[in-house]
């Protein structure tokens, strides 16, 4: 290990602090003033309230004009805590169940190092954001001009990964994490006795149909090699009862996929079935499809590039670089959307010791992954900026 002994012990102090401390989506007041202030204790330039609560510190060392972007997220869940360990939250109904405390602890022990060391030659872009969980930090950062203010050539993320062995990281070129969209489609037909329907024009026939049509679009307009997608409509809500036929059907659902392209096809084929049903049946209709993740697609040279620093850090051996996609979804997507760059996944354990999902009251990030993870980011840095 090339950091200071003394840093993996205050990595697992801030860690602690900000477990005990969680906060939700962009509301991040002690959170981000926490880190901020840690950010200008090492000497570093920081930049507050960008995308409302969002922070960039700036560490520029040498001559060398190119600058890499380091991101981690902050926020934390809407989950009651049931771990009992001193440092548990002391916010009720909130808690890190995602390891965001851990992912923020990294960065600041990654910054802390290289700030003292100085052993690279352009610039270092530390960023902190908001609600990465509800999908909307990375783009008000970006809109409150992230890659207009601040000079940054590519940028890179990191998740730790429950089930995956400490001291192992995985990633792949290309698609490594799901889209997520949510769709409504609202069927206006004429209501009516349940008797007499050929007085009315019935949303629920035509509602019926529109879902079997969705399901053709998986099956009959994605490749079956090149592009995975899930489509699934989760709710049917109507205004009839036992006797009346409905004059309203409203449909909801959700749908995941790896490209861009993909997500197009999916919208476009959506509104083609919604609108011919309805024609067909003299129904009115209302559509929405709301994409709240984009598809996490890292850029092929980046990805060799994060490769190589996982590999110093943890050899080759325990460096999977094709790992299949994963249909959760990352909010760092949308910055990949702008910038070349790079999302990776670090084992967070298996077992007792890290191995419980993300998302679960029970969840805990593991303290001996700071390390590996501060060594990564400064890898990559001494890597790139050379
Ligand atoms: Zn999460
Ligand atoms: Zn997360």
Known sequence: MFLDPKLPQKMIEWRHHMHRHPECGFDLPLTADFIAKKLESFGIETVRGIGKTGIVGILR??????????????????????????????????????????????????????????????????IFQPDEEHGQGAQAMIDDGLFDRFSIDEVYGLHNMPGLAEGTFTVRPGSLMASESSFEIRITGVGGHAAMPHKGIDPIVVGSQIILGLQTIVSRNLSAIEESAVVSATEFITNGTVNVIPSEVVIKGDCRCFTEEALTKIRDAMERIVAGTCQAAGAQYGFDFRNTFHPTINSPDQTTKAIAAANAIFGTDNVISDCHPLTISEDFSSMLRVKPGCYGLIGNGTGSAGG???????????????????????????????
């Open 356 to 386: 419980c999902a993300l998302h679960n009251p029970n969840y805990d990030f593991n303290d001996r992954v700071l390390a590996h993870g501060a060594q990564y980011w400064v890898q990559l840095v001494r890597d790139i900026l050379l």
């Open 61 to 126: 060392n040498g001559t060398g004009n190119h600058s890499v972007g380091l991101r981690a997220d902050m926020d934390a869940l809407f989950i009651t805590e049931q771990n009992r360990f001193a440092y548990r939250s002391a916010h009720d109904g909130k808690m890190h169940a995602c390891g965001h405390d851990g992912h923020s602890a990294m960065l600041l022990g990654a910054a802390a190092h290289l700030a003292e060391h100085r052993d690279f030659n352009g610039t270092v872009h530390f």
